[in-house]
C-alpha cells in the first residue's frame, strides 16, 4: 500500500515529502528535493538520524541486538558457516553452492602471493610505522600492480570486480602476514594449500622455515569467527568512507584502502587495541575497575568496548566472542587476569546506573582482543584483523555502489559559521 507523504511546515508554507519503507519496516522521510522546494536543508551532524544509501547487505535492529548478513541471523552463521563461505554470501548475496565454493576458495587460495616489488615498500617503512598505516598504504600500493582493475571506468572495474575482490579477500591476509614478519626482520611464509583461511593466517604469521607453527583447531576457529562477525555491519564510518570514495568513482582498491584509515581511529575498529590498553592499565594500577568506573561517572575516562551507535542493546556479536574466550585460553593452555578484569567491569557496567541509563552494553571488541593477545598477535595488528574481516563488507559495499547507475556523488552541505563577506585589508593597514 503506498504510504501517506510525510507533511514538514517551515515558516508559512508546508512540504510534501516521500516516505520510503523498507524490507525489515524501516521508515525514512526522503528529503532529496526539500532544498530545491523549500531552500532548507536538514542537519544532523553524526549523521545519526540521516539514510545515506539503500542497500540490502546487511540488517541491524539496535533495540533488539538482531544483526543478520543477507537475511542470515549472525548467531546461525557463526555456528554453521565459516569466514569464506560467509564473504561469498555477504559480496554475492546469496550463499554459494558446492563448485562455486570450491573455486572461490582455491581462487583465494591462488591470489595468495604479493609481487615481490612490494618488499621494496615495506623495507621503506620505519619498525615503528602503525600497522594500520603500513595495510592502508600497501591496499592502494597493491592496486598500482593491477592497472587493468583499476581504471577508475566503473564498467571496467566491475568486469574485473570477482577477481578483485578474491585478490583482496586474498592478499589483505598476506599483506598483514607480511608487515608482522618485516618488522620482526622475519622471512616471508606463504600458505599452505591443505589449510583454511585462519590456519594459513596463523602459519603465515607465526611458523619458522625449520619448524611450522603448530595451528590448534580451536585457536583457528576462533579467529575465523573473529572474521565472519566482522564481515559487515553496514553503515559504520569506514564502511561509509568506502561509500563516499567509491561514489566518486574511485576503484576498489582505493576505496578499501579508504576504509582503512576510517577503521583506525578509536572509536571505531581501533577500539579493540584500546581496550587491552585500558584493561593493562587498570592492571598495572591495582584497580579491580572500580575507580576506572568513578572516573567515566565524572567524565574522566571511557569504557572502551562499551557503547554503540547503533546497539543500544547487548551487541549479538559481543555475546558470541565472549563464550570463545575461555576456550581459546584453555586450548593454549593461558590464564589471563585481563580477562578477570574484563568480566568484572562488564558485571559492574551493567549494574551501574551511569551505563544502563546511557543504554551502553559491551560491543564486539570488548572480548575480542582477549582472544588475538592469547594467540600471540601484537596489541598494534588487532585492528588490522578487524580489516581482514571488514573486507568482504567493504567488497559488497563497494560493489552496490559501483553497479547502480543513477548513483550520485557523495557530497553533503553545511551550515557555514564563518564570517560574512569581509574586505581584504593592505599589509601597511592592519
Ligand atoms: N564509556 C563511558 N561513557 C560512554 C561510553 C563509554 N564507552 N560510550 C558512550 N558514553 C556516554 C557518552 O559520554 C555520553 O554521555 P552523556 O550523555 O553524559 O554526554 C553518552 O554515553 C552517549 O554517548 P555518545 O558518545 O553520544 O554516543 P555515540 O553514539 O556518539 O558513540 C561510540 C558511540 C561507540 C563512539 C561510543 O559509545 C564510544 O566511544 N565507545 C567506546 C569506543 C568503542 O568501544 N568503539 C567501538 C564500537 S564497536 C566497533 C565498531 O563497529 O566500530
Not at 602471493?113 to 618488499?119: D, F, K, P, T, V
Not at 579467529?223 to 565472519?228: A, C, K, T
Not at 574522566?300 to 558470541?320: Q, S
Not at 558485571?347 to 551501574?352: F, I, K, P, Q, V
Request: include cysteine; hydrophobic fraction near 40%.
Amino acid at each position: 500500500m503506498p504510504q501517506a507523504p510525510a507533511k514538514l511546515s517551515i515558516e508559512d508554507k508546508v512540504y510534501e515529502l516521500p516516505v520510503i519503507i523498507g524490507t525489515e519496516n524501516e521508515k525514512a522521510v526522503d528529503i532529496r528535493n526539500l532544498r530545491a522546494q523549500s531552500g532548507f536543508i536538514a542537519y544532523d551532524d553524526g549523521y545519526a538520524n540521516t539514510g545515506a544509501c539503500e542497500s540490502a547487505v546487511t540488517y541491524i535492529d539496535g533495540d533488539a541486538g538482531i544483526l543478520r548478513y543477507r537475511g542470515y541471523p549472525i548467531e546461525e552463521l557463526a555456528e554453521k558457516s565459516y569466514f569464506i563461505e560467509t564473504a561469498f554470501l555477504v559480496i554475492y548475496g546469496r550463499l554459494p553452492g558446492a563448485s562455486e565454493l570450491t573455486s572461490f576458495r582455491s581462487k583465494i587460495l591462488g591470489s595468495a602471493l604479493i609481487h615481490e616489488g612490494m618488499r621494496s615498500h615495506f623495507a621503506g617503512f620505519p619498525a615503528t610505522a602503525h600497522p594500520m598505516a603500513v595495510l592502508s598504504s600497501m591496499l592502494n600500493t597493491l592496486g598500482c600492480y593491477y592497472p587493468e582493475m583499476v581504471t577508475n571506468d566503473r564498467e571496467n572495474d566491475l568486469a574485473h570486480l570477482d577477481t578483485a575482490a578474491t585478490m583482496l579477500l586474498s592478499k589483505v591476509r598476506t599483506l598483514t602476514a607480511m608487515a608482522f614478519r618485516v618488522r620482526n626482520g622475519l622471512p616471508i611464509v606463504y600458505p599452505k594449500p591443505a589449510y583454511n583461511y585462519s590456519e594459513n593466517f596463523l602459519h603465515m604469521m607465526f611458523s619458522q622455515p625449520y619448524a611450522d607453527y603448530p595451528v590448534h583447531p580451536d585457536v583457528a576457529k576462533a579467529l575465523d569467527l573473529i572474521f565472519l562477525l566482522h564481515a559487515d555491519h553496514e553503515q559504520n564510518c569506514s564502511t561509509s568512507t568506502v561509500r563516499m570514495v567509491a561514489s566518486g568513482g574511485a576503484n576498489l582498491f582505493a576505496s578499501a584502502s579508504a576504509g582503512v584509515c576510517a577503521l583506525w581511529g578509536p572509536l571505531h575498529g581501533g577500539a579493540n587495541q584500546a581496550v587491552i590498553e585500558m584493561l593493562e592499565k587498570i592492571h598495572a594500577d591495582g584497580d579491580d575497575g572500580t575507580r576506572f568506573i568513578q572516573a567515566c561517572h565524572e567524565g574522566k575516562g571511557k569504557l572502551m568496548g562499551f557503547g554503540h551507535r547503533v546497539y543500544k542493546n547487548y551487541d549479538p556479536r559481543a555475546k558470541i566472542i565472549k563464550a570463545q574466550c575461555d576456550k581459546v585460553l584453555a586450548a593454549l593452555g593461558r590464564k589471563d587476569p585481563l580477562l578477570d578484569i574484563a568480566r568484572k567491569l562488564e558485571e559492574r557496567a551493567l549494574s551501574d546506573d551511569y551505563f544502563k541509563s546511557r543504554n551502553l552494553y559491551p560491543n564486539v571488541d570488548f572480548y575480542s582482543g582477549i582472544i588475538l593477545r592469547a594467540i600471540g598477535i601484537p596489541t598494534d595488528m588487532f585492528t588490522v584483523i578487524f580489516a581482514i574481516g571488514r573486507m568482504p563488507g567493504w567488497i559488497a559495499q563497494w560493489k552496490e555502489i559501483a553497479e547502480n547507475p543513477k548513483q550520485k556523488i557523495h557530497r553533503p552541505r553545511q551550515i557555514y559559521t564563518g564570517e560574512t563577506l569581509r574586505k581584504y585589508v593592505p599589509i601597511a593597514q592592519r
